[in-house]
């Protein structure tokens, strides 16, 4: 009998997706609500999708674009970079999705046994990125317990500690935070650049979020020769299925094009045609279109910080920015899974569990992806459940 052959030990211990898990469950659970995916109730601009109806036809909508993007849109976006988040150095590279554009960056990067820092609670799907491509030397760092934000003295004290060898390639953060719905001051993101500059870490910041700011706040962008932006139109204009996002990365380093342009050419080789012409389209609509729907959802912010109230005031975190609350579960719910799963089998309502993201016993709740009407039936399921909770445990 022939010997078996074998799965990348890589792939093998890669986490499952918590996306995946939880599309399961709720498959399995009928009339569930979701307040799962980091995802948005609308769709594209009407006026972007009329014009991309009208290049359906068009034969190089079906040939292959330049790697790094249709010059038009990043012409475009270089100008939105310059205007909008101050960067004047940087050059772009359309890709399918700021996931993608994260995994380009690893490649691009990193080299396998790498160390390389994140925050907790961090973003699942870039934690996986590390792990998929070798770079599994993942530092953990811890955010303040009242802020979410990252704690810039604990990674003073690694990349400053001489015993601190090798010195790690790479910091990533997402701002505003994906899960932790907070936002992370410019000068504190100043002095987290500053710290990688010091020791010649490179600093990779997701913006995916950057209009999803409330209470008055506003978003800032840095730039660097060490420093490189992801940014997203997902969230932003409602394309998570067109799948387009796009880095900014320093244009001054020499060969960072070259390199970013083998492992772009070897994963999409260029972004979907249609796609880029749909953000094209989109951007020309503007960022005021976004900001009146991202205002809408402060309605439903307060509706699930109301629904959250059962786990007591001081739980909940978040809500600064991007589309999340954060909240802390009661002390004996350390499988923060086995109250999501209950959660959706007894109340019909999803969420995400916070270990996925390096916090176990605690939940992510999404306020983006739902109409007024619907998030009001969501969040009172969600009170509900979680005042059975707190009262009677899971029965």
């Not at 729907?293 to 007591?312: I, M, S, W, Y």
Request: aromatic share 8%.
């Amino acid at each position: 009998m022939g010997t078996f052959a074998k799965l990348a030990r890589r792939a093998l211990e890669t986490e499952t997706p918590v996306m995946v898990q939880i599309q399961e469950l709720i498959r399995g659970a009928k009339g569930a609500i979701s307040l799962a995916q980091g995802v948005v109730y609308w769709q594209p601009p009407e006026q972007a999708l009329k014009k991309v109806q009208d290049i359906v036809w068009e034969p190089s909508t079906s040939h292959y674009g330049s790697d790094e993007g249709l010059s038009d849109l990043r012409l475009a976006l270089i100008g939105k970079l310059h205007r909008e988040n101050k960067l004047t150095k940087s050059s772009v590279m359309v890709t399918a999705g700021a996931n993608q554009a994260f995994v380009n960056l690893v490649l691009t990067l990193c080299d396998a046994g790498d160390s390389v820092v994140m925050f907790a609670p961090y973003y699942f799907n870039a934690y996986m990125s590390f792990q998929m491509t070798g770079v599994n030397n993942i530092l953990i760092g811890p955010s303040n317990l009242k802020t979410l934000h990252p704690d810039v003295e604990w990674l003073e004290k690694l990349l400053l500690d001489i015993d601190t060898k090798p010195v790690p390639k790479l910091v990533t953060v997402v701002n505003p935070g994906n899960p932790s719905g907070t936002y992370i001051p410019l000068p504190l993101l100043q002095r987290i650049s500053d710290l990688c500059k010091r020791v010649g870490a490179w600093l990779v910041v997701d913006n995916t979020y950057e209009y999803f700011m409330y209470d008055g706040l506003e978003h800032s962008c840095i730039e660097d020769n060490h420093i490189v932006n992801i940014f997203s139109f997902s969230k932003a204009y409602g394309m998570m299925g067109w799948r387009v996002g796009y880095i900014a990365y320093p244009t001054e380093v020499e060969g960072f094009r070259a390199q970013l342009l083998k492992v772009q050419d070897n994963i999409p080789i260029c972004p979907s045609i249609i796609g880029q012409h749909l953000a094209l389209y989109s951007l020309e609509v503007g960022p005021e279109w976004i900001r009146e729907r991202v205002q809408d959802l402060v309605r439903n912010r307060e509706l699930l910080k109301r629904a959250l109230l059962p786990l007591g005031e001081e739980s909940v975190k978040g809500g600064e920015g991007a589309i999340y609350l954060w909240a802390k579960l009661p002390e004996k719910y350390s499988d923060d899974f086995e109250v999501v799963r209950w959660l959706v089998r007894k109340h019909g309502v999803v969420v995400i569990p916070g270990s996925a993201s390096g916090g176990a016993g605690y939940i992510r709740i999404s306020f983006g992806g739902l109409k007024e009407a619907d998030c009001e039936v969501a969040a009172e399921r969600l009170r509900n459940g979680l005042e059975e909770l707190v009262r009677d445990g899971m029965v």
